[in-house]
């Protein structure tokens, strides 16, 4: 007789509520597909998967604020063995994702119907895309981090190509795709590293089994956090792991690049927050001169790169790359000042640059080509109203006080000095000079008197309501936050401290 | 006497929020001004003008209402305090003393007349909400006593006179907008650093984080509190932001092409308000919180100070365009604060804040003056001028007028400020005081030139048959002229406000220092009675 040896596999309790607004984006993303599959025919799929998608936003913010709630009287806990955290933290990052959402749809309509494009797959492509992100923003795991990477990055590679008549994006979706892979590879490997060395993937067992044991020999350790640092640092475009940036950001769809550019860096900082300063640190001694360096790095190549461009979406591209910088700035510090501090950041800038994509996309026109400095000449002319606005978002992006901007970049440099860090704070004010240099051209391009004899063939741009509830949303946030920011940063602060342990 | 600390000494005012209003006024009007449509610009205006002159009946009110005889260091009168932006323990807290109050009353003086000079501007609308945040913001940097308060205000400021510059500017306005924005927010990055480097040091030795500069001040400028080293580094920090902004020696280049190309209301804004931004954060903050690192490095800045008046001078007296000139002489102006400043005297400040004030009388009158002569002739260069005497004799003798105020000739306020400067100047630094008078002659050098190129002779070609002054353009020029006029033979009024802050401020340098001012300095009040009594 053969002993039955076969252990039964424990499965887990699945917290439902704990991933309640995962299932909600992700229910709404796969009804939109079988609607599309199901009435091929109809016209009214696209307007149908837009209500499918507004209502998955509003049950996933529903679920998103009751957690909030939840976690401010109980306390943060895991769920589905530790895979998942419901904190304060997530539920930060899970907003700045539902909002960049929202914005990036409302945007994107007027996109789809100019380009006729009307199709429900893009908006399923970003909802998933979205799920993606909030697992990522509650992953407590590293193999769910992996997940979590894969599901947000696949959806964005299609995305990124989906404008199938321009080269530029068929080359965006495939050179992101390429170099995606192979970073998420580059992360796999860390998290394998990782395991070696401590024999567990669990963020909180890593941080327990490091807190108890001293590694005589913790090379493994090392070049395993290292790796993830690489796969990471490639989503949140932080130098040198930045080089697609310019490219997908100027090839992909314009409202695709503002989603990609403010919920991806937020999605994929929320990780390195979690992963660095929740799970390692003891070994802040090791990392933190690696984030030091990946900061002012890309504070240097995104502020410098970007003063010789003169398309408008790369020097928004290389700016994406500076403001990872600043970012980083508040990460490196290592403190939950400097925590609290990159999360106020990441909700500012979404705001800022899905403002500032928005006009973008606007003054595009069909065919989403008009991108050159010389295609702004004279907006403030013709269009006060957006060229005020494109103002607005650009002088936050330089840290202009009474915008939001400027309280974000406080935020960070006051981490930085708190932690005794002059020169980094330093280094972050005095690339915050050069890049206003690229925001001015810009305004100074708009406000610039145009060629009047090209401007007469043109029609005058139109803003359709959606994308006009983008801007209004986008531009009074940026404005309350420079001016009454309380709010937020006490959201902020509450969510540094209540994270899962 | 008055080293109290904080909050406990100054009466919250209860009322009124007057400093509040002064602010926020503007930046309301400017949103009026915005909601009202591009078609009705005379409805534009009219806003435009309500606001400015609201806000400078509520100016005079302050005049009014400031308390003379209360003073004391630190000691603000009007004090607002509420939280702001909650987790940093940044506070709306505003305040009035000496050192500010004349400040905020030119600047609520310059913006009317600002802009009833520019009635015909193109685009009266953005122009009109530019210049009224603008205000607003000049405000909220004399009146702010939170570092990060006055620091939002401070860089603020910069985004209106970028698009006043850009916009509304002559030829070269885009190159002269960029090059004043950059120049000043890379001083300003420096001076970041500064407040934030004080903060959290202040709260590494074991206080609650705060930007509160009546508890910063007393703290920081107490013996052991910071290192020697660390204060002189932080006070350098804070004073190339200020320097840029002033601008000193080697960080002025900017200036020339931002007052060259700038609109005449913005030139008159810049020259008037914005440049005493420098040189009252010095008087506010660097001084009073890092007294020994002043004590220290003035040799430094009075070195600088020299070289900027006897410079200034020199190129102006070169410079072909009229513009340019004046804005040379500002450079040379403003080295006398600086010299008065960091002579650390009673007198010397004094005679600072009194020539921050009449500066920004006199240069403002003067590029008002330029800019009516660029409206009739569309250029500025002097030589293509000659007998305007005879053309416009009104004009003319305006403008004579004010050249002598501006030189500082007995009798104007530029006088009695340059006199006091280089009299506190004297008393400790003896030779720079020297070298600066050869500033006062020089300023009679390139501007008395000028004149006598310009309205000499006999009127040829375009200079013929000019029009003269309008009775708008009158209603510009002469209260600054007539109020320099009045400070010139009766500075009492200004110095009985003035004089007790620099007292103050040098009895606090010298509680916190063993620095000791010439016992001859403390007679304050009596030199200030003789130059009165005149």
């Known amino acids: ?501 | 006497m008055v080293h109290v600390l904080a909050a406990s000494s100054h009466a919250t005012n209860q009322g009124f929020p007057l400093l509040t209003a002064l602010i926020v006024l503007p930046f309301i009007g400017a949103v009026v001004a915005l909601l009202v449509p591009v078609r009705r610009p005379e409805l534009i205006r009219v806003v435009g003008y309500i606001t400015t002159a609201a806000t400078f009946g509520f100016a005079v009110y302050l005049l009014a209402d400031f308390n003379t005889a209360q003073h004391g260091f630190q000691h603000y009168q009007l004090v607002e305090r509420h939280r702001w932006m909650g987790e940093f323990g940044v506070q709306w807290f505003l305040g009035v003393d000496g050192i500010s109050l004349f400040m905020v009353a030119l600047n609520a003086l310059l913006f009317p007349l600002g802009l009833l000079a520019s009635s015909k501007v193109e685009q009266p609308k953005s122009f009109i909400v530019w210049m009224l945040l603008l205000e607003g913001a000049v405000m909220g940097v004399f009146l702010a006593l939170d570092l990060i308060v006055f620091f939002i205000f401070f860089e603020f400021v910069l985004v209106p006179m970028y698009f006043i510059i850009a916009g509304w500017g002559y030829d070269n306005r885009r190159y002269a907008a960029m090059k004043f924005f950059l120049y000043t927010m890379a001083g300003s990055a420096f001076l970041l650093v500064g407040i934030l480097s004080v903060a959290f040091l202040y709260q590494r030795a074991g206080h609650a984080l705060t930007f509160d500069s009546t508890v910063l001040v007393p703290w920081a400028s107490a013996h052991g509190s910071l290192a020697v080293i660390t204060s002189k580094w932080l006070f350098l920090a804070f004073a190339v932001g200020f320097a840029v902004k002033i601008p000193l020696f080697p960080f002025h280049t900017w200036l020339p092409d931002a007052h060259t190309q700038a609109p005449t209301a913005g030139s008159v804004v810049l020259a008037g308000v914005m440049l005493k931004m420098g040189t009252y954060g010095f008087l506010r903050f660097s001084v009073p919180m890092f007294p020994q690192a002043a004590v220290d490095l003035a040799p430094v800045l009075l070195v600088l100070a020299v070289i900027g008046i006897t410079y200034g001078a020199i190129v102006a007296a070169m410079q072909p365009d009229l513009k340019r000139l004046i804005a040379y002489s500002s450079i040379a102006h403003l080295g006398f604060v600086v010299l008065g400043t960091f002579a650390l005297t009673t007198q010397g400040i004094s005679g600072g804040l009194f020539t921050m004030l009449s500066h920004g009388l006199t240069t403002g009158a003067l590029f008002l003056l330029v800019g009516m002569l660029s409206d009739r002739r569309h250029t500025r260069e002097i030589a293509a001028f000659g007998g305007l005497w005879k053309s416009i004799p009104v004009f003319a003798g305006l403008f004579i007028a004010t050249a002598f105020a501006s030189i500082g000739l007995p009798g104007f306020s530029g006088f009695v400020g340059e006199f006091l400067a280089l009299l506190g100047a004297f008393l400790t630094s003896r030779w720079y005081a020297v070298v600066a008078t050869t500033g006062v002659i020089l300023a009679a050098v390139y501007l008395l030139w000028a004149v006598q190129r310009a309205f000499t002779g006999e009127p040829e070609g375009e200079n013929v048959g000019l029009p003269d002054l309008s009775l708008r353009e009158l209603a510009t020029v002469v209260p600054l002229l007539a109020l320099s006029l009045f400070l010139g033979f009766h500075p009492r009024p200004v110095l009985d406000r003035v004089d007790p802050a620099s007292r103050d401020l040098i009895a606090h340098v010298e509680q916190t220092t063993k620095y000791r001012q010439p016992a001859v300095a403390n007679n304050g009040p009596k030199v200030a009675a003789t130059v009165g009594g005149k």
């Open chain 1, 1 to 501: 007789m053969i002993a039955q040896v076969v252990t039964p596999i424990h499965t887990p309790p699945i917290d439902w509520f704990a991933i309640a607004p995962e299932i909600a984006l992700f229910a709404a993303a796969v009804a939109i597909v079988l609607t599309r599959a199901l009435a091929r025919r109809s016209k009214r799929v696209f307007e149908a998967s837009l209500v499918v998608a507004a209502a998955g936003i509003v049950t996933s913010g529903a679920f998103t604020y009751v957690q909030w709630h939840l976690v401010r009287r109980d306390g943060p806990y895991q769920a589905i063995a530790g895979m998942v955290a419901v904190d304060g933290f997530s539920v930060f990052i899970r907003t700045v994702v539902l909002i960049s959402l929202s914005l990036a749809l409302l945007i994107s309509v007027a996109y789809l119907q100019r380009e006729r494009f009307e199709a429900a797959e893009y908006i399923a492509l970003m909802m998933l895309s979205a799920t993606g992100m909030m697992v990522m923003a509650s992953a407590n795991d590293l193999v769910v981090v992996f997940l979590a990477l894969e599901i947000l990055s696949m959806a964005l590679y299609v995305l990124s190509a989906f404008d199938r008549r321009r080269a530029e994006s068929q080359e965006a979706g495939l050179k992101y795709f390429l170099l995606g892979s192979f970073s998420s590879a580059v992360f796999l490997y860390g998290v394998a590293l990782i395991y070696g060395a401590t024999g567990t993937t669990s963020l909180v067992g890593i941080a327990r089994f490091l807190s108890t044991t001293t590694l005589l020999d913790n090379g493994v350790l090392l070049v395993g956090m290292a790796l993830l640092l690489v796969g990471l640092g490639f989503k949140v475009a932080a130098a040198p792991f930045h080089m697609w940036t310019p490219d997908v950001y100027q090839g992909a769809p314009t409202p695709v690049t503002a989603f990609m550019a403010a919920a991806t860096k937020a999605a994929a900082f929320g990780a390195i927050l979690r992963v660095f300063v929740g799970t390692f640190p003891l070994y802040r001694v090791d990392w933190r001169p690696a984030l030091f360096g990946l900061a002012v790095l890309s504070l240097a190549v995104g502020t410098i790169a970007a003063v010789v461009q003169s398309d408008v979406k790369r020097m928004l591209a290389y700016s994406s790359i500076s403001h990872a910088g600043y970012v980083l700035i508040g990460v490196q510090a290592a403190t939950s000042r400097g925590t609290s501090a990159a999360l106020f950041y990441l909700f500012v800038y979404a705001l800022m640059i899905v403002g500032a994509f928005a006009i973008v996309s606007v003054v595009a026109r069909r065919g989403d080509q008009n991108h050159s400095l010389d295609d702004y000449r004279g907006l403030a002319r013709r269009e006060p109203i957006l060229a005020g606005l494109l103002t607005l978002f650009l002088l936050a992006q330089a840290g202009v006080p009474l915008t939001g901007g400027f309280v974000a970049k406080l935020g960070v440099f006051a981490a930085a000095v708190a932690a005794g860090q002059y020169a980094l704070a330093l280094i972050g004010t005095l690339a915050a000079v050069i890049s206003a240099f690229v925001y001015l051209r810009i305004v100074l391009a708009m406000y610039a008197p145009a060629d009047e004899a090209a401007e007469e063939t043109r029609a005058p741009l139109r803003i359709d309501v959606a994308s006009g509830v983008a801007l209004f949303v986008a531009a009074a946030g940026v404005i309350a936050l420079g001016v009454l920011p309380g709010l937020v940063l006490d959201f902020a602060r509450d969510a540094t401290l209540l994270l899962a342990k």
